[in-house]
């Protein structure tokens, strides 16, 4: 089991960039494959990316593709997303979430997840 607390939100203006961060405790990070939700006010939580145990695979939802790039780095413990041309359409509280099982290149639905970060807000003016 690994327990995540996201960081790295704020207000930034439409077409800036933010970094957002996850750190995991436990030493079984490297196992899991690690994954972006988020959440606007009033809207269902929707997938944003996901990358494999090993950081080999990765996949988007078409919404930030080319836009927001999934890493991680296994010895620090953290999966990044890094979020360029924000739009005011991405404001949105992100989750990081993780799960053991991989899948095909598909979005994962919410409701497969059972380990959820606090989530950090991003907030994009116009």
């Known amino acids: 089991q690994v327990q995540l607390v996201e960081s790295g939100g704020g207000l930034v203006q439409a077409g800036d960039s933010l970094r957002l961060s996850c750190a995991a405790s436990?030493?079984?990070?490297?196992?899991?494959?690690m994954g972006w939700f988020r959440q606007a006010p009033g809207k269902e939580r929707e997938f944003v990316a996901w990358i494999s145990w090993s950081g080999g695979s990765t996949y988007y939802a078409d919404s930030v593709k080319g836009r927001f790039t999934i890493s991680r780095d296994n010895v620090k413990n953290t999966v990044y997303l890094q979020m360029n041309s924000l739009k005011p359409e991405d404001t949105a509280i992100y989750y990081c979430a993780a799960r053991p099982q991989l899948t095909a290149p598909r979005p994962w639905g919410p409701e497969e997840i059972k380990t959820w970060g606090q989530g950090t807000q991003v907030t994009v003016s116009s």
């Open positions: 436990g030493r079984t990070f490297s196992s899991y494959n």
